[in-house]
């Protein structure tokens, strides 16, 4: 530790998209492996609907590239097996996560957004339910400790534009896909596979500078 110094965690800054189901798998181990590793995270749901849309998709390319769709789909049953965690597909998919991710952004400001966040994946991928339901969403808000009138404060004029203004940043970064990862120095890590690295990444570089 250097004198005078105070010494912080190492942080990564996660990012993750509710229609994502790739994102289901890192939001259900993240807290743990990071916890493992003493290395703070970062939850930040944001909305990949605009990105693609620059990219002129108007749905998910596991839908474009039908062959690309069916091994992502057994690709997540053998991984949600090997996790633990249960598979339901969703109907349709991709889901229309708005109503969530606003939602999600206003959760952060509380103690309990991780926990909100996990309960949306968990009816989503592990119910097959429809999160753009406002029911669906009043029960994840329940189940992770907060008052259902965050439906109301969600859809305010200021947190839309934090909303925007978040994928503007996503944007900013290049982020084309989710999950993602970033660390402290602008690495940027996709994909669930590439979670322990990440945190590996910004471990070592944050032991280098202390």
């Known amino acids: 530790m250097r ?20 994102s289901y798998l890192s939001t259900m181990r993240v807290e743990a492996v990071a916890a493992d590793r003493g290395v703070d995270v970062i939850w930040q749901p944001f909305l990949l609907g605009p990105i693609f849309g620059v990219q002129g998709w108007t749905t998910s390319p596991f839908n474009i590239y ?4 069916r091994n992502m789909w057994r690709d997540m049953e053998r991984e949600c097996a ?16 708005l109503l969530a991710a606003r939602v999600a952004v206003r959760a952060m400001t509380t103690g309990n957004g991780p926990a909100f966040c996990k309960a949306v994946f968990e009816a989503e ?5 429809d999160v753009s339901s ?18 109301e404060e969600a859809v305010t004029p200021e947190n839309k534009q934090a909303v925007r203004d978040i994928g503007a940043e996503a944007e900013r970064l290049g982020i084309f896909g989710a999950p993602r990862f970033v660390t402290e120095d602008g690495e940027l890590f996709w994909g ?5 690295q990440a945190l590996d990444w910004e471990l070592t570089k944050h032991e280098k500078t202390f």
């Open 192 to 196: 669930n596979d590439r979670l322990e």
């Open 82 to 97: 090997r996790l633990g965690l249960p598979l339901v597909q969703p109907d349709p998919f991709p889901q229309n996560t």
């Open 134 to 151: 406002p029911e669906v969403l009043a029960g994840a808000l329940e189940q992770a400790g907060l008052s259902a009138s965050l439906l």
């Open 66 to 69: 039908p062959a690309k769709g």
């Open 3 to 22: 004198e005078g110094t105070r010494v912080t965690r190492p942080v990564v800054t996660f990012w993750f998209e509710f229609a994502s189901t790739y």
């Open 125 to 129: 991928f592990g119910q097959g339910r």
